[in-house]
């Protein structure tokens, strides 16, 4: 099985763990999920890439501060569906690349990537992590 390299802004399917799923004991996410990688870094001396990813949900924040919509062209570009798309900013996870949780898409075996985030997205993306943890601490659930 070949995975495919990690790199910032790739929207890969992932299986994500939200904090209050691993608060409740879970060690796996209950729904598989887009994600953009926003981070992905060598850690170690052996070469393994550390990954940081935003998941992508239908389910609109409670607080607007918490996420950006998807532009539905970036959403059609992706192959997502027609529904409203929002980056969570405030729950990330890390792992090592590729890790367990990397999955297929649905009709597409063997495939992991629905492609890349635009630049620009991606760079509002990173800016408002940052100025999110200035703020408030985002939640990043250690998959390793």
Known sequence: MTFPAAKPGLVIR??????HEQDAGAEEGAKDRPCAIVVAAPRRENGDISVIVAPITHAPPDDPADSIELPPAICR?????????????????????????????????????YGMLPRSLFEDLRTAILERQKAKAPRIQGRD
């Open 77 to 113: 570009s992706l192959g997502l569906d027609g529904h409203r798309h929002w980056l969570r900013l405030d729950e990330l996870n890390r792992f090592a690349w590729p890790g367990f949780d990397l999955r297929a898409i649905p009709g597409r075996p063997g495939q992991y990537v």
């Open 14 to 19: 992932y299986s994500f763990l939200w904090s």
